[in-house]
């Protein structure tokens, strides 16, 4: 298992709708500002098993960072780890 290189801190969530007694489908339209650079066929894997990996990471600096989102951990884990990849980078 390989996380991406952080200097600062790294959030790995599952299944956080749960969490809320929220659909799959309702909490991934609320946070469809992280979200919104998962694939359609991740998308409808997510919905398929009912089930929604994040991983949230701060490569430099506690201000920026990046996320990924997907089906499974193996599939986040690999969004995280090619380069280019990682959306959401905020500063």
Do not use: I
């Amino acid at each position: 298992m390989k996380f991406p290189e952080h200097k600062c801190g790294l959030f790995l969530t599952h299944n956080e709708h749960r969490d809320y007694y929220q659909k799959l489908e309702e909490y991934m339209e609320e946070r469809s500002d992280l979200l919104k650079e998962m694939t359609e066929e991740d998308r409808a894997e997510c919905l398929r098993t009912d089930s929604l990996w994040t991983l949230q990471w701060y490569p430099d600096t506690p201000v920026g960072f990046c996320h990924v989102a997907g089906p499974t951990l193996e599939r986040v884990l690999e969004l995280a780890n090619v380069e280019g990849t990682a959306k959401g980078a905020s500063e």
